[in-house]
């Protein structure tokens, strides 16, 4: 490559000069171009002036072969296009000969002066192909039906990029007006360093400030693979971080704004988790949206309160490995939560109680006092059914196989209540109420039991305290015995069946003295009502004839 040299006496024609300029333009636009990518440098706004008019404001771009596009005073630029269509506003780099520049000189004639100047163009479509990067897009415009402009929208401007190879070593200032890319195609490291460089007097030395003063939010990547990686503590709303993510504030984890956060319904130091949009959890094993909130552990976790330094409350401790338990209001030192109140039903062991406790699978209660305000589970008005649901019942024990109520060592199970209703049999010891043929006792034993020892019912009168005050007695040879001081009927007395001495004997024989016997005795002339006893000298007989019928 040749630069013009020159020297003294030496004879110049209008080619030297006119290569001495390429030289010098040709190396300005070589530099651009391989520094400075196409687009915008600075100014060339755009306002609409009029119903299909805009007007470009001064400044200055460079196209992609590295020459300058220089609008040295506003520029208007009528518009035109499509009923309701979206134009395109470029600038483009055009250079002319004039002819107020045109000259004569004898013989010789030609311009003198080359003129650099924009060239605007409204475009139905963006730059693409061969005229990216001549072409340099300013803003779009719509158009409403009368080919009015409407709107215009800076927002697709194309800016100039810089572009190096090396290092970029600033002594004063550095600002981006734009976008600034390091490692564009390839990977790239940002490095800030200012040894004992300070932003303001009382600021840290080596400070870096992104969007400082201006409200605007910085962006790490272009995309959600991007990663911030920080050696060190990081605070949000706070220029004093504690730990590795210290934020000041209020906290939220979801896929959008959510509602509670932007209308003001959260205070500082609160987080909120989830979706306005998006159900989470309720599946079977590991899916794509396993919870809304996980916890993780080797194998124990604990959530816990601290109430400004009054206690530690555990909320739930989960025990993994072999023992898989959660425990509620853990004991860590200033003793278990005293209460847990819930509102609503509770179920274990089913999804869908329905009463205030519903267990749905065998319960181990210990201390349980129902229909009553005193400790244990107290149901005043409701009703806890084990095994079925019924509103009837304040309390109902059903089961496919055996209900066992037991009141341990000496206690008695007592029932307090108007009536106890049994519908089917009533079993205790070898005994039994039955419901057949309308109602009966076995005492001893039942029909599939034999019995065992001698049944008998016990009488107690108010205010004695005896062994019994008249007794029932069954024998094992099917006699019925009443003991009592006294036999009183207050009816008829119907005595049935034939009695003869023989048998008389016999009864006598096996009972203590001044033991009567009330019978009917068959006789030649008919039957005798007899009286049977035995006293000191041994079984006596008393008879008397046959009476007169009536």
Not at 409 to 423: C, E
């Amino acid at each position: 490559m040749k630069r013009l040299n020159f020297f003294t006496g030496q004879f110049l024609e209008a080619q030297d000069f006119l290569d001495e300029q390429s030289y010098h333009v040709e190396m300005r636009r070589r530099h651009n171009r391989l520094q400075t990518g196409p687009g915008v440098l600075d100014g060339l706004s755009v306002t609409k002036t009029a119903a299909k008019e805009i007007t470009v404001a001064a400044g200055t771009a460079v196209d992609s072969q590295g020459r300058e596009v220089v609008v040295l005073i506003p520029q208007p630029v009528n518009v035109t296009g499509g009923a309701g269509a979206t134009v395109f506003l470029t600038i483009g780099y055009d250079e002319t000969q004039l002819q107020a520049d045109y000259r004569t000189k004898g013989a010789y004639s030609g311009y003198t002066r080359w003129t650099e100047r924009p060239q605007f163009k409204v475009q139905t479509a963006p730059p693409a192909g061969a005229s990216a990067g001549i072409d340099i897009l300013l803003a779009s415009m719509q158009l409403d039906a009368s080919g009015n402009i409407t709107s215009v929208d800076p927002s697709g401007r194309q800016l100039a990029s810089t572009s190096l190879n090396g290092a970029l070593t600033v002594a004063g200032q550095l600002r981006a007006r734009g976008d600034a890319t390091v490692g564009a195609g390839g990977n790239g490291v940002l490095k800030v360093r200012h040894v004992n460089g300070k932003h303001f007097q009382n600021d840290n030395n080596d400070v870096l400030y992104l969007n400082w003063d201006t409200g605007q939010p910085v962006q790490i990547g272009s995309a959600t693979n991007a990663s911030l990686l920080v050696t060190g503590n990081v605070g949000a709303g706070t220029t004093t971080p504690r730990a590795q993510l210290h934020v000041r504030g209020v906290g939220l984890v979801s896929d959008g704004d959510g509602y509670a956060v932007p209308n003001g319904r959260m205070a500082s130091g609160s987080l909120t988790i989830g979706s306005l949009a998006t159900s989470f959890g309720g599946g079977s094993g590991w899916t794509a949206n396993t919870a809304g909130l996980l916890l993780e552990t080797a194998a124990n976790t604990e959530i816990v309160v601290h109430d400004s330094g009054h206690r530690l409350a555990s909320i739930m401790y989960y025990e993994g490995d072999g023992t898989n338990r959660f425990t509620i209001g853990r004991d860590m030192g200033w003793g278990a939560i005293s209460t847990v109140a819930i509102n609503g039903n509770v179920g274990i062991g089913t999804p869908s109680p329905q009463a205030k406790l519903h267990v749905g699978g065998g319960a181990f209660i210990n201390g349980v006092t129902i229909g009553a305000d005193a400790p244990g589970i107290d149901y005043p008005y409701e009703y806890e059914s084990i095994g079925v649901t019924s509103p009837n019942f304040n309390l109902r024990l059903q089961s496919p196989n055996a209900v066992v109520v037991h009141a341990s060592g000496a206690q008695r199970l007592l029932v307090d209540g108007r009536a106890v209703s049994v519908a089917g049999d009533l079993n205790w010891g070898g005994s039994r109420l039955s419901p057949d043929q309308g109602g009966s006792i076995e005492l001893g034993g039942t029909n599939d039991t034999a019995g065992g020892g001698t049944p008998y019912i016990d009488f107690h009168f108010a205010g004695q305290t005896q062994d019994y005050n008249a007794r029932i007695i069954n024998d094992a040879d099917g006699q019925l015995s009443v003991d009592a001081p006294r036999f009183h009927v207050g009816g008829v007395f119907v005595v049935e069946g034939p009695v003869d001495n023989g048998t008389a004997a016999n009864i006598l024989a096996g009972m203590p003295n001044y033991s009567v016997i009330m019978a009917v005795e068959s006789t030649q002339q008919g039957t005798a009502l007899v009286w049977y006893w035995k006293d000191g000298r041994g079984a006596r007989r008393k008879a008397w004839d046959q009476g007169v019928g009536f």
